[in-house]
């Protein structure tokens, strides 16, 4: 049973740092593509950052120089490290591991910012 479980969400005021992570099971982790997504009530889900299985990275322009998406195959674990948060990042971000046609979501973690 494929299961990712996101936790670091929380609170955190205007220009504060979180870091998120989501620890992944029942599949071969280092073989996926991993992505953070996120996404508030009434809009569609986005992309925030993705890495390769081969540790490629891209991240959504408003998000550049500030978040770092990285992983540790050995812990089967992704991480998204979010420095200088912004108020309008107040969403629910999500896990996502993908390979080929098998694409999978964690249950999401809340990440508010106040200003």
């Known amino acids: 049973q494929v299961q990712l479980v996101e936790s670091g969400g929380g609170w955190v005021q205007a220009g504060g740092s979180l870091r998120l992570s989501c620890a992944a099971s029942g599949t071969v982790f280092s073989i996926y593509n991993m992505g953070w997504y996120r996404q508030a009530p009434g809009k569609q889900r986005e992309l925030v950052a993705r890495i390769t299985s081969g540790g490629s990275t891209n991240y959504q322009d408003s998000v550049k120089g500030r978040f770092t998406i990285s992983r540790d195959n050995a812990k089967n674990t992704v991480y998204l490290q979010m420095d200088g948060l912004k108020p309008e990042e107040t969403d629910v971000y999500y896990c996502?591991?993908?390979?080929?046609?098998?694409?999978?979501w964690g249950q999401g973690t809340q990440v508010t910012v106040s200003s």
């Open positions: 996502n591991e993908n390979y080929l046609l098998r694409n999978y």
